[in-house]
C-alpha cells in the first residue's frame, strides 16, 4: 500500500508567538463533577459511594447510564441515570465488596466481576464493555449490570474467570490472549481492544463466548509478535502503546501514545492483518516519534502521550493527556493543524492545572473521554475526578 509524505507545513511557533483555538467545551465549565472537592485534597484516597481515585476510563451509555472506572480503588461505578448533582454518590458497585473496600482482586481470588486497574469503558451492542488491564482481560456484560458485584457473561484474554496472567502465562501472544489491554470500543457490532501491552489492536468481529479468538489484528503483522513498534523502526503500520481507537468521519483512528500521534485508516477499520495507517495526527511523518514534535511546548500539530479519542460527529476529540488538555480537529491527513482547546489557554500552553491548584474548569493528565448527544465525560485521572461538560456551540 502507497502512503504519501507529509505536506509541507507552518513550523511550530516559538513560545511568545501565541496560537489560539476554539473553546472545545462550554464556557460556564462543566454540569456536574464527580469525586471532588475544592478544599479537601485527600478525598479520593478513602474509596465511598462518591470518591474516585484516578480514574481512567468513563462510558456515557447510550441507555442514560453512566459507568466509571475508579481504577486507584480496582472497581467500576455505575448511576443508571447519568448524575446531574456533584459528588453523586454512585449506585452500583463491581469489584469490592462494599463501597469502603478496595486493593486488586478485593484482596481475594479473581472471579467474574473482580477488577485490577480498569481502564476503558464502552457501550458494546447496548451492553457494557471493561478493559480489566492488570488482569489482562477484557470482561463484557450483554446488558449494563443492574445489581452490584453481577459476574461478566464473556471474558477474552483468559479461558475462564480464574485465569490473570498475561498471555496467559506464555512468552508470545496468540489471536486468544491479552496483555494490559488499556482500552475498549465498539464499530457497529464489532468488538476493538488495545492490547497495549502486546502493541496491537485486535479485533473480534462476532463475539459469543469466554476465551473467543480475535478475528484481525492492527499494529503488528501475525497474532503472535508482539515487539514493539513490531520490531522495526517506526512506521505506518506499527505501534508502541495503543491505548484507544474509535470512527470519525468514517476514518478508524486509534491513539498510539507512546509514539505521541493518532494513527488514521481513511477507508475505515483495516480489513487485512497489519495494515499501515494512511494519514497522521501529533506527527509530521509516519517515521516520527517524539512528544510535541520533539519540542519542550506543545502546538496546534503536536501530542505528548494521547491516551483517549472521542468524537462530536464532526470533530475529533483527543485527550492529549501529558500536556495536560484536550485538543480538537474538523480535518485529518498529515500533521494537520487542530482548531479547538480546553484545559490551557492556547496551543504553545502544558502544565498540570495550568502549574497551578485544580479548578473546577482545568484538567491534569486527562485519561478517558465518552461523548454522547452534546455532553462529554472526562476522567481528569490526575484530579481524581469525572467531569461532565457540554460541548461549546
Known amino acids: 500500500m502507497k502512503v504519501s509524505l507529509a505536506p509541507s507545513f507552518e513550523p511550530i511557533k516559538a513560545p511568545g508567538t501565541v496560537e489560539f483555538g476554539a473553546p472545545m467545551l462550554a464556557n460556564d465549565g462543566p454540569e456536574v463533577v464527580l469525586g471532588w472537592k475544592a478544599d479537601d485534597f485527600a478525598v479520593a484516597l478513602q474509596p465511598s459511594k462518591s470518591t474516585l481515585f484516578?480514574?481512567?476510563?468513563?462510558?456515557?451509555?447510550?441507555?442514560g447510564s453512566l459507568w466509571v472506572s475508579d481504577?486507584?480503588?480496582h472497581r467500576l461505578l455505575g448511576w443508571p441515570k447519568a448524575p446531574t448533582a456533584d459528588n453523586q454518590p454512585a449506585d452500583i458497585l463491581i469489584g469490592q465488596p462494599n463501597f469502603e473496600h478496595e486493593g486488586r482482586n478485593a484482596k481475594a481470588a479473581p472471579t467474574a466481576f473482580s477488577l485490577n486497574v480498569p481502564t476503558g469503558v464502552a457501550e458494546w451492542r447496548g451492553g457494557l464493555v471493561v478493559a480489566?488491564?492488570?488482569n489482562h482481560r477484557v470482561l463484557i456484560w450483554r446488558t449494563p449490570p443492574k445489581d452490584h458485584n453481577q459476574p461478566a457473561d464473556i471474558i477474552l484474554g483468559q479461558p475462564d474467570a480464574d485465569g490473570v496472567l498475561a498471555n496467559r502465562g506464555g512468552d508470545a501472544p496468540t489471536a486468544t490472549t491479552l496483555h494490559w489491554p488499556y482500552g475498549v470500543a465498539s464499530i457497529g457490532d464489532k468488538l476493538i481492544v488495545c492490547d497495549t501491552g502486546n502493541r496491537r489492536v485486535l479485533v473480534w468481529k462476532d463475539l459469543v463466548e469466554t476465551g473467543q479468538p480475535a478475528d484481525a489484528v492492527i499494529g503488528q503483522s501475525d497474532f503472535t509478535t508482539r515487539d514493539e513498534n513490531a520490531g522495526e523502526e517506526v512506521s505506518a503500520m506499527s505501534m508502541r502503546w495503543p491505548h484507544a481507537a474509535l470512527t470519525w468521519q468514517g476514518k478508524f483512528a486509534v491513539a498510539d501514545a507512546g509514539n505521541n500521534r493518532v494513527m488514521l485508516w481513511s477507508e475505515g477499520l483495516p480489513e487485512v492483518n497489519g495494515?499501515?495507517?494512511?494519514?497522521?495526527?501529533?506527527?509530521?511523518?509516519?517515521?516520527?516519534?517524539?512528544?510535541?514534535?520533539?519540542?519542550?511546548?506543545?502546538?496546534?500539530r503536536a501530542l505528548n502521550m494521547p491516551y483517549a479519542l472521542a468524537t462530536d460527529g464532526n470533530r475529533l476529540v483527543v485527550a492529549d493527556t501529558a500536556n495536560s488538555r484536550l485538543i480538537g480537529w474538523t480535518?485529518?491527513?498529515?500533521?494537520?493543524?487542530?482548531?479547538?482547546?480546553?484545559?490551557?489557554?492556547?496551543?504553545?500552553?502544558?502544565?498540570d492545572n495550568g502549574w497551578g491548584i485544580a479548578q473546577r474548569n482545568s484538567l491534569c493528565w486527562p485519561y478517558g473521554?465518552?461523548?454522547?448527544?452534546?455532553?462529554?465525560?472526562?476522567?481528569d485521572s490526575g484530579n481524581n475526578r469525572v467531569l461532565l461538560w457540554k460541548y461549546a456551540t
Not at 484516578?54 to 441507555?63: A, I, Q, Y
Not at 473521554?369 to 476522567?379: E, P
Open 369 to 379: 473521554l465518552s461523548a454522547l448527544n452534546g455532553l462529554v465525560a472526562i476522567a
Open 275 to 300: 495494515q499501515p495507517c494512511d494519514e497522521l495526527i501529533g506527527q509530521s511523518d509516519f517515521a516520527a516519534c517524539d512528544h510535541n514534535m520533539a519540542n519542550y511546548y506543545p502546538s496546534s
Open 54 to 63: 484516578g480514574p481512567r476510563g468513563v462510558c456515557l451509555h447510550s441507555d
Open 71 to 73: 481504577t486507584g480503588h
Open 331 to 351: 480535518n485529518g491527513g498529515i500533521a494537520p493543524a487542530a482548531d479547538r482547546l480546553a484545559g490551557q489557554p492556547d496551543f504553545a500552553s502544558k502544565g
Open 132 to 134: 480489566d488491564a492488570w
